[in-house]
């Protein structure tokens, strides 16, 4: 799945996977957050959640987005959750 190392920015934090969902995928389709939430299955505050950078995408949550939207498996997980997690890690330490 990770055929490269993962590049995170260093001169700002990574944009969190809740940001790119909205901006690449639900403004582009004319979805809403409740309609989406209610297309996968999930509640419409778990979502704004997410979106608003308050939650972290679970793997189950990820591989509803990924299907819902023809994202490569792992992809949301792999590269924009992980990418979001060593930014907070590394600011604490």
Do not use: C, W
């Not at 990574?14 to 309609?35: C, K």
């Not at 704004?48 to 591989?63: F, L, M, Q, Y």
């Not at 994202?71 to 907070?88: E, K, N, P, S, T």
Request: charged share 20%; aromatic share 6%.
């Amino acid at each position: 799945m990770l055929n490269h190392p993962l590049s995170l920015p260093t001169n700002r934090r990574p944009i969190p996977p809740g940001e790119i969902l909205v901006r690449e995928f639900l403004e582009p389709l004319g979805m809403t957050q409740v309609a989406f939430a209610k297309h996968i299955g999930i509640s419409t505050a778990r979502l704004s959640e997410i979106i608003h950078g308050k939650r972290a995408v679970s793997i189950d949550t990820a591989i509803r987005f990924e299907r819902a939207l023809g994202i490569q498996r792992g992809f949301v997980v792999a590269y924009m959750q992980l990418a979001v997690d060593i930014a907070a890690a590394s600011a604490r330490n």
